[in-house]
């Protein structure tokens, strides 16, 4: 987010730095749902939307029947692929390993200090709905040079539904309410 202040002539510009959370979970996950539950407080309860964004991506790990692996297999092994994940649960914030992502306070070690650096790019994104399409655009600008070498970036743009929900669990951990569930990556 970009806001900008005229004050005294002076142009000031205040970034708002914002986290991804990016989690990999199965719904036959045990560890799972702790894991789960201490993304969805810290978005809901500490932070909000405003500092911190979270996508899951489904696993097929423990086991390949989870519902939303079996949705988007090529999308999740892509994601997977890239962090090379093992296990889940695995949390990333910003690009990196959380240690422990059933320890609340080292993940929420992390958010804070991802949120404490500067941004290197505003994000700016306008959404026009229709009747029968959604158009997206969005504007990158740089913010810093901080070492990277901005000829290999890759932009992804995740569609993830806020919340689903079943009357009885699709997997073997227990839970019926799932977050921020990776649909599509464009």
């Known amino acids: 987010e970009k806001k900008e202040y005229n004050v005294n002539s002076n142009l000031i510009i205040e970034q708002n730095k914002i986290v991804l959370i990016e989690d990999f979970a199965n719904t036959s996950c ?79 070690a992390a958010i804070d200090q991802s949120l404490n650096t500067t941004p290197n790019f505003t994000i700016n994104i306008n959404k026009t709905v229709t009747t029968d399409s959604i158009i997206i655009n969005i504007g990158i600008e740089k913010v810093s040079e901080s070492g990277y070498n901005y000829s290999n970036l890759v932009l992804n743009t995740v569609l993830f539904e806020k919340e689903i929900s079943f009357a009885t669990p699709p997997g073997s951990n227990g839970e019926t309410i799932f977050y921020d569930v990776m649909r599509k990556m464009l």
Do not use: E, Q, W
């Open 30 to 108: 045990n560890p799972c749902v702790i894991s789960n539950k201490i993304i969805h407080s810290l978005l809901t309860k500490t932070y909000g939307s405003n500092k911190i964004i979270a996508i899951k991506f489904p696993t097929n790990f423990p086991s390949p029947n989870d519902p939303f692996y079996k949705h988007n297999k090529v999308d999740s092994d892509s994601r997977i692929n890239f962090y090379n994940v093992v296990s889940a649960p695995s949390t990333f914030i910003d690009g990196r390993l959380v240690n422990n992502s059933l320890d609340s306070n080292s993940v929420k």
